[in-house]
């Protein structure tokens, strides 16, 4: 096929949208075929103790940063601290 005549053929696919929709009983069936529904129930984390522990992390956080201009040392304890209590939070 020469080159012509194959930039027609996409052409021609491209704007036949009439050809390319999908009722929505179709739509709806090739979605649930490529996302096969879990067998079992989702664990979700809890979004509540998540906020508390970041509640936590960024008072923790802000600590540090307050005490930058007095103890150098204690500043980054209280931000290592915030960056561990950061890891908890994400596995809470």
């Known amino acids: 096929m020469d080159k012509e005549k194959l930039e027609q053929v996409i052409s021609d696919e491209l704007y036949d ?39 936590i992390k ?3 956080r802000i600590l540090g940063y307050c005490f930058i201009p007095f103890n150098l040392v204690v500043s980054a304890i209280l931000l290592i601290l915030s960056e ?6 994400e596995l809470v």
């Open 17 to 55: 949208r009439e050809t390319r929709r999908m009722t929505e009983e179709e739509y709806l069936n090739n979605r649930l075929s490529n996302n096969p529904l879990p067998s079992e129930a989702m664990n979700y984390p809890d979004a509540k103790k998540h906020q508390i522990v970041s509640f």
């Open 58 to 60: 960024s008072g923790i």
């Open 84 to 89: 561990i209590v950061g890891i908890i939070e």
